[in-house]
Nanobody
Framework: QVQPVESGGGLVQPGESLRLSCAASRSIFSINAMGWYRQAPGKQRELVAAVTRAGFTNYADSVKGRFTISRDNAKNTVYLQMDSLKPEDTAVYYC????????????WGQGTQVTVSS
């Protein structure tokens, strides 16, 4: 399985932006769908955004219009651009390189902490 390494998290104020990156341990060219998940304290991990090899994307209702997922096959990396961040976006963010029907079947990395607070 492809091992993910997430980065780019941090502490930001409401309304600010962050760009998360997730590097894969091998080529992602042949991988169909990959995605970003998040887990807030006391809550279940949830799908935030996913992207297919054809470039189709889907987003959780809570982040539509604010987050953008993209993949760079040449760099074996998937990104999550997060704009207009809200305190409720605070969570540990994980990526997964095997997403099917919204469920994650690939390996998990360490995640990256995103904290939105004034």
């Amino acid at each position: 399985q492809v091992q993910p390494v997430e980065s780019g998290g941090g502490l930001v104020q409401p309304g600010e932006s962050l760009r998360l990156s997730c590097a894969a341990s091998r080529s992602i060219f042949s991988i169909n769908a990959m995605g970003w998940y998040r887990q807030a304290p006391g809550k279940q991990r949830e799908l935030v955004a996913a992207v297919t090899r054809a470039g189709f994307t889907n987003y959780a209702d809570s982040v539509k219009g604010r987050f953008t997922i993209s993949r760079d096959n040449a760099k074996n990396t998937v990104y999550l651009q997060m704009d207009s961040l809200k305190p409720e976006d605070t969570a540990v963010y994980y990526c997964n390189f095997d997403v099917r029907g919204g469920r994650a079947f690939g390996s998990w990395g360490q995640g990256t902490q995103v904290t939105v607070s004034s």
